[in-house]
């Protein structure tokens, strides 16, 4: 799974979380969150919340965790996320990071990022779970500022 924020200024703040099986996208487990703890712009609190709710309700309902959940940031976002793992008491699956620009993964439990090759397929593959996130997000976010917009 792969979890993305979006918001503009603070505003509308919503996640992403989608699902991919055997590398291709699983559109029917793709979830769409509204973020509701957070005021303002504050992307590690809304990983932390949309961490939390998802993998409670996984829990909750005995649910299978996803192999590896992939976070759209850097060093900070991945910290937030394990922490709502260990907030919820839940052991969490392989959480990493992909950070933009330098494209470096941050895994848990490792100090130093890996830096894999551009052409490396697993390098492509966190790059594409991430677009997607981030994709969803962006579309669920203009969706609700229309929707806002237009007074629907």
């Keep these: 799974e792969g979890v993305d924020i979006a918001h503009l200024g603070g505003n509308e703040t919503v996640a992403s979380l989608v699902q991919f099986i055997d590398g291709l996208p699983f559109k029917p487990g793709y979830r769409r ?10 992307d590690y ?4 919340e949309v961490v939390s709710r998802r993998f409670k309700r996984l829990d909750d309902e ?4 996803p192999d590896i959940l992939l976070v759209d940031g ?3 976002q991945l910290g937030k996320a394990l922490q709502a793992f260990d ?6 699956p392989l959480v990493l990071s992909l950070a933009k620009k330098e494209e470096l993964i941050y895994v848990m439990g490792r100090d130093e ?3 894999l090759s551009r052409h490396a397929f697993a390098l492509r593959l966190l790059q594409y779970v991430r677009d997607e996130a981030h ?3 962006q579309h ?3 969706l609700l500022r229309r929707k806002r917009t237009l007074g629907e």
């Design 33 to 42: 969150f509204r973020i509701r703890e957070v005021t303002g712009v504050d």
């Design 113 to 115: 990022p890996l830096r």
């Design 62 to 65: 005995g649910t299978v965790q």
């Design 135 to 137: 994709r969803s997000a």
């Design 45 to 48: 609190a809304s990983i932390h």
């Design 74 to 76: 850097g060093k900070g």
């Design 87 to 92: 907030a919820l008491k839940i052991t969490p």
């Design 140 to 142: 669920y976010h203009h």
